[in-house]
């Protein structure tokens, strides 16, 4: 049976899309079958950055409404043989799906996926709410900015009151020479401010902008680049392979803004 995965972040604009399509694309090329779901009901994103834009006839909510069978809505990548992609809806077509319709369809393609990894929209509201309730792991994703950490361990708490206790976390947009000049939070920081097991860090890098509006993941590039040596690894890493992590930076900065973050966070967190 499948390993149910949502990659999320309580923030929107942190790279969980791209880390998305990466991931997918590396656990496809790897062996492993793989399903990613684009779970942002009227802002999907998931499709063009994977390339399948064009691709797509039908959605989960055409499943739903019994227009077309289950396996029609399943587009499989070209590529890569044993990756696929399943769009929940149309950017057209906002109608809303519940949470037990989900996770009806996702329940029905565990059996034939190594891996359903579920690009859950930004936030804590409905759609959140929506893509992590077939999940039984969640990655969160983060920039080393406050507005990012600080929702993020809202989303952290959130995933362990619905029973997600595997969690894992992925720093995004890492800047050495930033760290360095204590201008942004170290890896340090960022692990000991949210509390949770760190699979991965992507430094800050033109070549995944490039690659997201090619609709081609990073990861698929004839010379491999730092990012896409970064995803590979944090990739096997959650298979389970015992990797050493970028080591960037890891003096824990006296900036007093980092200071101001940790204060509010715990005066949350004993609220």
Known sequence: MARVI???SGK???GKTTTTSNIGMALARLGYR???IDADVGLRNLDLLLGLENRIIYTGLDVIQEKCRLEQAIIQDKRQTKLSFFPLSSIQN????TKTQVKDLLDKLKNNYDFLLIDSPAGIEGGFQTAIEAANEAIVIVTPEVPSIRDADRVVGLLSAKNILDIRLIINRIRPRM???EDMMSVDDVTNILGIPLLGIIPESEEIIISSNRGEPLILEDKPSLPSTAFDNLTRR???EDLELV???KQTSKNPVKRILRNLLFQNGNQ
């Open 6 to 8: 949502v990659i999320t």
């Open 12 to 14: 929107g604009g942190v």
């Open 34 to 36: 793989t399903l990613l």
């Open 94 to 97: 906002k109608a809303t799906i």
């Open 179 to 181: 760290v360095k000049t």
């Open 238 to 240: 959650l298979l389970g």
């Open 247 to 249: 080591d960037l930076n």
